[in-house]
């Protein structure tokens, strides 16, 4: 049976660290503050922002939520959002995308400032990543699967990883951070011939294809560690499943992350910890 690594933990000792930075920033007249800048009631968002509110409470980082209606027009929303690129107060800027229809979803993406952009979607960012410098943040999510890495001490130096989808807010992101700490990483995606055939010789799996039950037991060996970043509807059980199969993968490898309870719980985490950082940088 595999060693289940949950995300709860994880969280628990990202949480530890970050009261502990808030309380040394506040001591120097620094309030960490992280802007919530939504348009519309979409629920998701909604879900999405009350956990970040949650988090960012228990850490001591205070939030200013800016509400625009859904019908807001694009002169409107640009002033917002510049109002929030120079407010000196607010170190972090959390945008839900997508937009509305009658808003240039790109032109917001790159209007965010980079240096407040706490879930890695400009392209100062992802330059960021991929140069591994300090400009931006990289996604939350793929910073989240290597946290779990990290925390469980899971030896990445030298190792082969395999990333399963190539998306900008894991796939690609997190085959990068993984290369920087010197993993030979494949990155895998829809054109990929015989993907199992490569996985399965990986120590490090990370499957982030966005398709439920999509990795079965021909993509993995008995001394892998499985990092399952999917969220899908799973309309069979009624609730959230991830990429991987879990009952059949779960008996045959050394570790994998449950669906839910895995990395998803790790994300909101790191949202604040990249807001707390962002109030280190502009203090210094």
């Not at 995300?7 to 009261?19: Q, S, W, Y």
């Not at 001591?27 to 949650?54: C, H, Q, W």
């Not at 300090?134 to 082969?160: D, N, R």
């Amino acid at each position: 049976m595999a060693e289940i690594y949950k995300g709860a933990p994880v969280a628990e000792a990202l949480t530890e660290k970050m009261i502990a930075d808030v309380e040394e920033l506040k001591a120097k007249g620094v309030n960490p503050t992280l802007a919530i800048f939504r348009v519309g009631e979409r629920p998701d968002d909604l879900s999405y922002e009350r956990g970040a509110m949650k988090r960012a409470e228990k850490a001591g980082v205070a939030v200013k939520n800016v509400v625009l209606p859904a019908d807001v027009c694009q002169a409107d929303f640009d002033a917002a959002l510049t109002a929030l690129n120079e407010d000196p107060e607010v170190h972090g800027i959390l945008m839900f995308r997508p937009l509305p229809a009658q808003l240039d979803n790109e032109r917001a993406r790159k209007m965010l400032a980079p240096e407040k952009d706490i879930d890695g979607m400009t392209d100062g960012s992802l330059a960021g990543v991929f140069t591994n410098t300090k400009t931006g943040f990289p996604p939350c999510t793929a910073q989240a699967a290597m946290e779990i890495l990290h925390h469980y001490g899971v030896e990445i130096k030298g190792k082969k990883a395999a990333v399963i989808g190539r998306s900008l807010v894991i796939g690609r992101p997190v085959a990068m951070m993984l290369m920087h700490e010197n993993a030979t990483v494949v990155n895998c995606h829809t054109k990929t011939v015989d993907v199992p055939s490569i996985t399965r010789e990986a120590d490090i799996l990370i499957a982030a294809a966005g398709q439920l039950r999509s990795v079965g037991p021909e993509y993995v060996n008995p001394e892998q560690v499985v990092i399952d970043v999917g969220i899908n509807w799973d309309a069979e059980k009624n609730g959230i499943a991830g990429d991987v199969d879990f009952d059949a993968v779960e008996p045959l490898v050394k570790a994998i992350t449950p669906v839910p309870g895995g990395v998803g719980s790790v994300t909101t985490c790191v949202l604040i910890s990249h807001v707390i950082e962002a109030a280190k940088r502009a203090a210094k």
